[in-house]
């Protein structure tokens, strides 16, 4: 289900501008706006401050090593603004996805971390940009836009006060009693509003649109951070593939025969115990014994069934849908066995899907077909039972 917009009707201040003026100016982002520019008004600022003051001090201090210090973190400096700016983003962007950064991700959390990564990165030319574009020229005029809506919209609110000690002149229109000037604040004040809510918008809307230009993360470096993903998600899959091994050798090897050995000792009791109530016990105990060698077996099994490893993912399926107790059609079309991970995942979504269907869909038969398309391994179960139809790609093919 798609999440309905938090600020309106619109999902983007640029779509607000253009649709219904009553509803945009009765929405949230007038004031998402106004908050925008005001915090890029301080942030702006202090941006401007602080990079003259590290300037102007390591340039005096540049015969010290402190000096040298000093100007080496100013890079630092639009780095922190760069983070700061990406998360003021989501002001302008309620319910998108963070912008990407172009910075790798931190190793542990807290400011002290971050300074440490952060000191052997070199900042990107974007980023440097943005930084001195805000520190130069955009808080100019957001605090401009803002400190004037602020402004006007407070004498148009306070009309009939400042009336009541002297004259109050607005657009050409005068009041000298505070009766006179409550329609003077009322139209003033809705004119105003209606001025600064689509000019502080798109100023916002722009600078936003500047800002997601020059501080995301660039496709090159999405790329990157992609292989690097699957690269990692492999890792982690041949991680579960060597601790599954592990557990069901232990399982195999260790606990199953020592039930063997039980079951045979109980049946070799049963042989000698004379009839009576210890007899029932020790045949109690046997059967016990056996329906826990059974459980094991197939705990085994679908840990990682022998016929997935020896046959493939084809075979294993239709020992799936061999168990089912519906008619299960399987409908599989693979040139050569896949990795090992991949029929492992293939598997195990198959079985959980199918299982599905024949715990809770009500249905009388069902179908199951794979493909590969694209270097994609496809798997889709369908039925003819309650629910909707389901399909999802299995992870991408290695190569």
């Known amino acids: 289900m798609e999440r309905p917009s938090t600020a309106g009707a619109a999902p983007t201040a640029w779509g ?48 010290v090593l402190i000096g040298i210090f000093l100007l080496a973190s100013i890079p630092l400096l639009f780095m ?31 400011p002290r971390a971050w300074l440490r990564q952060r000191r052997k990165e070199s900042i990107p030319g974007r980023e440097l940009g943005y930084g001195v574009i805000l520190a130069v020229l955009l808080w100019w005029v957001d605090i401009v836009v803002a400190v004037n809506a602020v402004l006007l919209l407070s004498l148009m609110a ?17 009041a000298d009693s505070p009766l006179e000037a409550v329609p003077v604040g009322i139209v003033g004040f809705f004119a105003f509003y209606v001025f600064f809510a689509y000019v502080a918008t798109a100023l916002a809307a722009a600078q936003v649109a500047l800002a997601r230009i020059l501080l995301g993360a660039s496709d090159k470096q ?30 195999h090897d260790g606990v199953q025969q020592r039930l063997v050995a039980l079951t045979m000792t109980l049946g070799r009791a049963e042989l000698d115990v004379p009839e009576g109530p210890g007899l029932d016990l020790v045949r109690q105990a046997h059967g016990e014994a056996e329906a826990a060698l059974s459980d094991l077996r197939e705990a085994v099994r679908g840990i990682h069934p022998r016929v997935l490893i020896d046959h493939g993912i ?29 029929e492992a995942a293939a598997y195990f979504v198959v079985s959980e ?47």
């Open 158 to 174: 306070l009309a009939p006060l400042l009336a009541h000690y002297e004259e109050f002149v607005v657009l050409g229109w005068s």
């Open 353 to 399: 899907a199918i299982t599905n269907v024949a715990r809770h869909a009500e249905a009388s038969s069902s179908r199951i077909t794979g493909w590969v398309h694209e270097g994609n391994l496809v798997i889709t179960v369908t039925d003819d039972g309650v629910g909707a139809r389901a399909s999802a790609p299995a992870p991408d093919l290695p190569g």
């Open 16 to 63: 607000a501008l253009a649709g219904n003026p009553l509803r945009f100016l009765t929405s949230s982002w007038p004031f998402r706006s106004w908050l925008y520019l005001a915090g890029s008004s301080l942030v702006g600022l202090l941006t401007f401050v602080a990079f003259l003051a590290l300037a102007l001090t390591g340039i005096v201090t540049s015969i």
């Open 314 to 342: 084809e075979a294993a399926v239709h020992e799936v849908a061999d168990r089912m107790p519906i008619p299960v059609a399987v409908d599989i079309t693979l040139s050569e066995r896949l990795p090992a991970p991949i």
């Open 222 to 251: 999405l790329e990157q951070r992609i292989t690097e993903l699957r690269r990692s998600r492999l890792d982690l899959v041949d991680a579960f593939e060597t601790e599954r091994r592990r557990i069901e050798r232990h399982l």
């Open 80 to 110: 922190a603004v760069g983070d700061l700016e990406r998360r003021r983003l989501t002001v302008m962007s309620p319910g998108q996805p963070p912008l990407p950064s172009p910075h790798p991700r931190l190793h542990a959390p807290g």
